[in-house]
């Protein structure tokens, strides 16, 4: 009868190291996933600014060909825009920059 006492006892404890070394493993994979979906997170935002500063050079080179002063577009996603232009047709340079969030992406074009 004192035999199986024991046997219990080490039951519990063999038990007690498998869950605490499952849950480990858990934590080590959720922590990992967190840090990729905040890199793909990221990715997406510099995509965002990219895409805005290209608006950016877009909405400059069709103001200089055709001689027109055209309101800056708006995003709708809550992104911004802010370009210069350096220089005088046929040599100019456009420089375009896209924030969204804390993310900016500059563009230059040489003309």
Not at 60 to 82: F, H
């Amino acid at each position: 009868m004192n035999k199986n006492k024991r046997e219990k006892g080490i039951a519990l404890l063999l038990t007690m190291i498998i869950l605490s070394a499952g849950m480990l493993i858990a934590m080590l994979i959720a922590a990992i996933v967190i840090v990729q979906f905040k890199l793909s997170s990221d990715v997406n935002q510099s995509m965002i600014a990219v895409y805005a500063a290209d608006s950016g050079v877009e909405w400059q080179l069709y103001q200089i060909r055709n001689g027109a002063s055209v309101p800056a577009p708006t995003m709708s996603n809550g992104a911004s825009i802010s370009t210069t232009v350096i220089g005088s047709y046929p040599n100019f340079t456009i420089k375009s920059l896209g924030v969204y969030k804390e993310v900016r992406r500059q563009i230059e074009v040489n003309f």
